[in-house]
C-alpha cells in the first residue's frame, strides 16, 4: 500500500500494510485533514523527527477493512488519536488521553492516516451517522478539541467570552462557544475568513486594541503563538480564566507576577469528547464546510501540505 | 509620628500625622510583619521605587485611634490591604481585591503601617476576638493568602497536594491545605523549620526527586522561584492544578507546550478571605507562633529588614 512517509523530507512510498492487532482494526481512510500541529510536528515539536521516519495525519474519516470484532467491517468511523493502556491508574480514572503509555495516532509512536490504510484500537472508533457526509465527518478530531474548553470549564451564559485567532480552530472554538448563549467576540487576522462568522452573528476585528482591555471573562488564544497568547493575557480580567487551545514549540519569556496578582486562571486545552462532537455535526450546529480550503489526492500529498501555509483546512482523498 | 520611610534606602523619619478622610480609620499598630513582597518592592517589584518615596508595611495588627463612626476607636484590628472603590463593576461583582482603582496598602500608592499611624477604610477593618494574642493576629493577611486557595479551587479530602516551598507562606499554606483532609507532602529546604510540620503529621523532604513525578493532583508553589515553579510543573499531574502562591520579579521563560498536551490549569492566588482566617486562628487550628523568628522594635526597623533574610516572619513593634 501507498504513505506519506516523513523522513526529514515527504515521500510518497509503497509500505507493507500494517498487521492487525486482535484488539485493532484496520481502516482506510477517505478523508485525512492536515493539522497545524503536522507542520510542527516537521519543524521539530514533540520530536518527532528524532525518532526517525513516521506517517503524519490524525484528523480522519475512514473505513473499517479488518477487524477481528466483524460488526465493524465496513463501516464508516472516525477515530480519537490517543491509543491508551486502559489499565493504569491514569486511565482508570477516566483520563485515559494521558495515559502515560500512551501512542498517538501520526504524532507519537503510531503511524498516522496518510497511508492507505492504518491501524487503532477499536474502543478508539466512532461510528459516524450516515446523515453527517465525510467532509463534515473528518472535522470530529478538532472540533472535539475544541469542545474540550467547554468539557474543561463552565462556560456561562452571562460570561464575555473572546477567542484570539481566526484558524482552523479559532473557528471551531468561536462557534462552539456560540452555542453557550455567552457575550462573544473573535480577535483575527483574516477577514476573508468572516462571512461564516456574520452569518453566526459572531462579531469579530483585527484590532484587538479596540476591546475593552482586563475585561473579559473568558479569552481563548487559538493562535499557537507568543503574540496571542499576550493579547488574550490583555484582554482577560482579573479573576478571569485565559485558555490555551493550541501548542507551539519553543520557550515563551512569561512575567508570572500578573498572572499572581490578577489571580487569573491559565487552562491547557488538548483533545476533546468524539461523541459530542459528532452530535454537533449531526445537529447541524457547527459550520465546517466553509473551513476547507482545497482538497489534494494522496499522490499529491506534497502539493497538499505545501498549500497548508495561508490556508484554512486543506484535505487528502485518499 | 514616626514612620520608617524607602526612599532609595530605609530611614526613620518624623512624618505629619495622616489626615483621615470621612470613612477611613487612623490606626496604630501594635505589630507588623515584614513580607517576602516588602523586600521585592525594595528591589523594583510592582515599580515602588519608581513612584518614589513610600512606607512598606501590610501586615499588622493594631489600635483604631481615630475615626468618624466612634465605635471603632479603641478596638483591636487587622485590616485587608487593597483600598478599592467599592462602586465600579469589578468591585460591583465582588471582585473589590482587584479593583482597578484600588490602592493597596504599602505597595501601591498608600502608605503602609511602618509607622506610628497609618489610615485604612473602615470597610477593610475586622475587630480581632480577644482570644487572638497580636502575636498570632498579625498572621491574619499571610494566612488568608493561605486560604484564598482554598476558596479559589475545590481541594477534595482524597486529593493529593504537594506544597513546593518551606518559607512561611509555604508553612501556612500546608496548614490551611491539612485541614482538607487531602493527601500532603511539602518539598523544602530548611528542615530546621520542620518540627512544626512533624507535629501537624505533615511529612517533608529536601529531595522532590524522591517523590513520583506527573502524580500530584495538585502542586503550589510558595517558593516564589522560578525553580520552584519548574518542580510544581514536574511533580503535577496531567489535568492537575498548578497554583502560584507567590509573586517574582522578572521574566521567566516557559515551555507552554506541556502545559497544553497535560492539559494542566495554573492558579494565581493571591489576597484572601480575612474573616475565614480570624475563624482558623480563633478555633487554633493553625500555629503561627513557630513561624516567628524575631522581633525588632520601630527604632531598629533597618536592623529588622536586614534580619529578613534566611529567617522567618519579623516583625517591627511600633
Chains 1, 2 share one sequence.
Not at 17 to 42: F, H, K, N
Request: charged share 20%; net charge negative; aromatic share 6%.
Amino acid at each position: 500500500m501507498q504513505a506519506l512517509v516523513f523522513d526529514g523530507a515527504l515521500e510518497l512510498r509503497e509500505i507493507e500494510s500494517p498487521a492487525v492487532p486482535a484488539d485493532e482494526a484496520l481502516i482506510r481512510p477517505r478523508l485525512v485533514g492536515i493539522c497545524g500541529t503536522d507542520i510542527q510536528l516537521m519543524h521539530g515539536y514533540s520530536g518527532f523527527t528524532q525518532r526517525g521516519q513516521g506517517i503524519f495525519g490524525h484528523e480522519f474519516v475512514g473505513t473499517v477493512v479488518a477487524c477481528a470484532d466483524e460488526q465493524w467491517i465496513g463501516q464508516r468511523v472516525v477515530g480519537e488519536i490517543n491509543a491508551a493502556c486502559r489499565c493504569c491508574p491514569t486511565c482508570l480514572r477516566g483520563d485515559h488521553p494521558h495515559c502515560p503509555h500512551r501512542t498517538t495516532l501520526g504524532i507519537n509512536q503510531r503511524p498516522g492516516a496518510l497511508a492507505e490504510g492504518f491501524t487503532l484500537p477499536i474502543a478508539n472508533l466512532h461510528a459516524v451517522p450516515d446523515t453527517i457526509p465525510d467532509e463534515a465527518a473528518v472535522f470530529t478530531e478538532p472540533l472535539a478539541a475544541a469542545l474540550e474548553l467547554v468539557d474543561q470549564i463552565h462556560v456561562r451564559p452571562t460570561d464575555r467570552v473572546v477567542v484570539v485567532g481566526d484558524g482552523k480552530l479559532g473557528l471551531l472554538v468561536a462557534q462552539v462557544l456560540r452555542l453557550t448563549g455567552c457575550t462573544l467576540q473573535l480577535v483575527g487576522r483574516h477577514p476573508e475568513r468572516w462571512p461564516l462568522l456574520a452569518r453566526q452573528r459572531i462579531p469579530a476585528t483585527t484590532q484587538a486594541s479596540d476591546l475593552a482591555e482586563r475585561a473579559w471573562d473568558i479569552a481563548v488564544d487559538c493562535t499557537g503563538s507568543p503574540a496571542g497568547f499576550a493579547t488574550a493575557q490583555a484582554l482577560v480580567r482579573p479573576r478571569g480564566r485565559l485558555v490555551l487551545k493550541s501548542t507551539f514549540h519553543g520557550l515563551v519569556p512569561l512575567d508570572f507576577a500578573p498572572l499572581v496578582v490578577d489571580e487569573i486562571q491559565v487552562i491547557g486545552s488538548r483533545c476533546g469528547p468524539f461523541d459530542a462532537a459528532l452530535r454537533l455535526l449531526e445537529r447541524g450546529l457547527v459550520e465546517t464546510e466553509p473551513l476547507i480550503s482545497a482538497s489534494f489526492p494522496l499522490t499529491e500529498a506534497e502539493a497538499a501540505f505545501a498549500a497548508v501555509p495561508g490556508a484554512l483546512k486543506i484535505l487528502v482523498r485518499v
